[in-house]
């Protein structure tokens, strides 16, 4: 049996005659008539009655007219789908974050603005440490993700800035460093020098090393021994360290909001060369469409962003 016949079973009988049926399907009779019978033999059983005037279902052709229509909604309805699949405008985009990447703003801004376009994409989201979140890439289980500095490249990936901002210096809200600055003056920026005398917390080099490889080299760049107390998986584990006074740490700018009572923020002096990279990583030769289409929004708004 082929959807075919059971397009020209559903067309005789909505009309009740083999010719206007034809002429609906744009074909000749003969062959429509030929069609019918090939499809009741394949059966077993009568479809139709035939008389003078046209053609009329019987009762086996009535319940078999359920059983058709259904089947020609089902293939009209996922051929409609994989329209829009083909589009880009269904299907499923797995997208990995870190905590860091997802305390920008411009994470929630770019979810929505796809959910927006794309309401018939799935999305399904997963937060790791960019090490995590590399390897996810690399093994077909992620389409895409937001973290910070590349911890490895691995060939078939591709990494893409977004966006870039300050670092800041973070420490219990009831440390020295912290003391509010006097009337009228702004706070006073924190040296590598003064962070380098107090215990440092950063997350677990393996899993992401990025940012906090940059600052220990830049530390040793200018003869400093940081003294680490903790490696964490986290940044969130991190700032719960540091605002419960195990030590000092460093963070991106965007994360400064996490625990304002118990964490100050401090600008960090003359380390220019040290910022926090906003990085899109995605598989080169990815041909799902909903993760070419988010790549090309992250790409746009960040280019707003950074403009504005």
């Known amino acids: 049996m082929e959807m075919r016949q059971l397009r020209y ?5 909505q009309t009740g005659h083999l010719t206007r049926a034809a002429e609906l399907l744009g074909i000749q009779q003969p062959p429509l008539s030929q069609q019918i019978h090939t499809l009741e033999r394949e059966l077993g059983m009568p479809l139709f009655r035939r008389h003078p005037r046209g053609m009329a279902l019987t009762d086996a052709g009535r319940q078999f007219q359920v059983e058709a229509l259904r089947l020609l909604q ?9 329209a829009r699949v083909a589009q880009g405008q269904e299907g499923t985009l797995a997208i990995g974050f870190t905590s860091s990447a ?3 703003r411009f ?3 770019v979810l929505r603005a796809f959910r927006r376009a794309h309401p018939k994409v799935e999305l399904q989201l997963r937060e790791d440490n960019a090490a995590e979140l590399t390897a996810a890439l690399s093994g077909g289980r992620l389409h895409c993700a937001l973290l910070r500095v590349p911890v490895a490249r691995p060939q078939g990936l591709r990494f893409e800035t977004l966006l870039r901002e300050p670092v800041m210096a973070a420490m219990p809200s009831d440390h020295a460093f912290a003391a509010p600055p006097k009337r009228g003056s702004a706070a006073r920026p924190l040296t590598l020098a003064q962070l380098c005398t107090e215990g440092l917390i950063l997350v677990r080099r393996p899993g992401a090393p990025g940012l906090y490889a940059e600052l220990l080299a830049l530390c040793h760049e200018k003869g400093l021994r940081p003294r680490i107390v903790a490696e964490v998986d986290r940044m969130m584990t991190n700032l719960n360290l540091v ?10 700018a965007s994360m400064t909001g996490a625990h304002p009572h118990a964490i100050a923020y401090r600008r960090l002096a003359g380390c220019g060369s040290l910022d926090a990279p906003l990085t899109l990583a995605a598989r080169v030769d990815d041909d799902n469409l909903p993760a070419q289409r988010f790549a090309a929004l992250a790409g ?9």
């Open 107 to 109: 994470m929630p801004e």
């Open 243 to 252: 605002a419960a006074g195990a030590g000092l740490s460093v963070v991106p």
């Open 300 to 308: 746009e708004l960040a280019s707003r962003q950074g403009a504005a």
């Open 102 to 104: 997802a305390a920008h």
């Open 74 to 82: 089902d293939m009209e309805a996922m051929s409609q789908r994989m």
């Open 9 to 13: 079973f559903a067309a005789v009988a």
